[in-house]
């Protein structure tokens, strides 16, 4: 299971997708690269994402670069900036693209 997260347009980097069980199953997650590619695991073990619908957050990672600079190992916000409801994933190899409009004119 895996796919790319596209902001506006461009490769969303360094974010986190999560597909969530809303029946209480296991979930799956992933980190976007430079791309904006991402591969989901069940586990630390396990690639993929187990067959049925999902919840699907994409968060932002924002890295505080002013903690740092006081020497402070800095901190990360996570922002969510886009969820759907209901994303189905089918048994076998999936790929699903996920499309976030942040800035909507």
């Not at 597909?19 to 296991?26: K, T």
């Not at 791309?35 to 073990?45: A, E, I, Q, R």
């Not at 699907?56 to 006081?70: K, T, Y």
């Amino acid at each position: 299971m895996s796919g790319y997260v596209t902001i506006d347009g461009k490769p969303f980097a360094n974010a986190d997708v999560i597909f969530s069980s809303p029946d209480g199953g296991r979930s799956a997650s992933g980190r976007t690269d430079t791309s904006g590619w991402y591969s989901l695991k069940t586990t630390p073990t396990v690639r993929g994402a187990l067959a049925g619908n999902y919840q699907v957050r994409i968060l932002e990672n924002v890295f505080d670069s002013a903690a740092a600079a006081d020497g402070g190992p800095g901190a990360v916000t996570k922002n969510e900036v886009w969820t759907e409801d209901d994303v189905e994933v089918t048994q076998g190899n999936n790929s699903i693209d996920i499309i976030v409009q942040k800035n909507r004119s």
